[in-house]
């Protein structure tokens, strides 16, 4: 009898335990709850910071010129969390192999390059999405780029008054060749309204109302205007495109090239902008046209080189600094902005 209690009372222990082990290990939560409970503080600031990003760059796709900065701020924040779910994946599995210290070892080099990786993402992201945000605060971007077909004047605003005196002008010295006593007189090549002409071309070159060429057309070396900053345009997307690349370290390895690829080619769009407005301010020097347009697109030019410079070095192989990466491409892109934004004013 005594052995019978001896077993029942193991039993009874035995269950009070696998009980007290089930409560422990089973989550009796109700669903739904997980809703109610207050989130970390450190998971409020990412999810705000997110949506801030998103708010960002949605406003910043809807002005052409930015949308640039804003699309590869995109790319980068879906780089981060790629590279987030995988050190996630890789911390999961660096538990399964930890009796093998050789895979062990290869996966805790992989979970830090994933980490790395999502932090240098984050940091560009954030920085491109600042630059974003500061390109829908420009006055290129305020303005929707539309061919107005007539404009209002303002109380203070000269320049119509003026076109409207010239064109009277114009009118009164047509009106008296016309009337004169010798209706013979050829009233184009009359040396009186040959001479008011020049008057009105040259207060038409005061107002920026004269240019026998469109601005877009003007001569540029071989080429011209609208051409060139198209070309630049070209060449400073292609950089950026390919920055991203740079995050994924295998790739960069199995294309060998690549990382000293990048720094090269960004210091070879710096020079090629330099150069460019030398040639622009060339072409302006020889030219009559006051106030040439050719004049601003190389100081936008040069500005945009000297990014393009720091970029290259940011990106240098095994030194990439991706915060001053970042900042060097966002000035890049948004000077390019302004140069596309001042092509299209003109035109």
């Known amino acids: 009898m005594r ?25 009796l939560t109700p669903p739904g ?54 050190a996630k994946a890789l911390q999961t599995a660096l538990s ?12 805790e080099e992989e979970l830090k390059a994933a980490k790395v990786a999502a932090s240098r993402a984050e940091a560009a992201a954030s920085v491109l999405t600042d630059w974003a945000g500061r390109c829908t605060s420009e006055d290129f971007c305020k303005l929707p780029a539309t061919r107005v077909a007539s404009t209002c004047a303002t109380e203070d605003d000269s320049r119509p008054a003026a076109a409207l005196l010239i064109a009277m002008s114009v009118r009164t010295v047509a009106q008296q060749c ?23 071309e040259g207060e038409l070159d005061e107002i920026g109302g004269k240019m026998s060429t469109a601005p877009a057309q003007l001569p540029v070396g071989a080429s ?37 690829l990048a720094p090269d080619l960004a210091e070879q769009r710096a020079v090629s902008a330099a150069e460019l407005s030398i040639v622009m301010e060339q072409a302006a020097g020889v030219s009559e046209i006051k106030n040439d347009p050719r004049l601003e697109a190389a100081w936008r030019l040069k500005s945009m080189a000297s990014h393009l410079a720091s970029l290259g070095k940011n990106t240098a192989a095994d030194a990439v600094n991706w915060n001053q990466a970042a900042d060097a491409l966002g000035a890049s892109l948004l000077e390019l902005a302004r140069l596309a934004a001042f092509a299209d004013r003109h035109s």
């Open 3 to 27: 052995h019978v209690f001896a077993v029942i009372a193991v039993i009874i222990i035995s269950l009070g335990l696998g009980v007290t082990a089930g409560h422990y290990s089973v989550d």
């Open 33 to 86: 709850l997980d809703l109610l409970r207050p989130k970390a503080a450190d998971v409020v600031a990412s999810i705000e910071q997110q949506e801030k990003a998103r708010t960002i760059q949605a406003a910043a796709s809807g002005c052409k010129y930015c949308s640039d900065m804003a699309e590869l701020a995109k790319t980068f924040t879906r780089r981060a969390e790629m590279a987030r779910t995988q």
């Open 96 to 107: 399964q192999v930890s009796d093998e210290k050789e895979v062990f070892a290869r996966r």
């Open 178 to 200: 016309a009337t004169s006593t010798c209706p013979s007189v050829d009233c184009k090549s009359s040396a009186s309204l040959r001479a008011d002409m020049d008057r009105i």
């Open 224 to 260: 011209t205007l609208n051409a060139e900053i198209t070309r630049i345009a070209d060449e400073t997307h292609y950089v950026a495109n390919m920055l991203p690349l740079l995050l994924d370290m295998g790739k960069s390895r199995s294309a060998g090239d690549l990382p000293k």
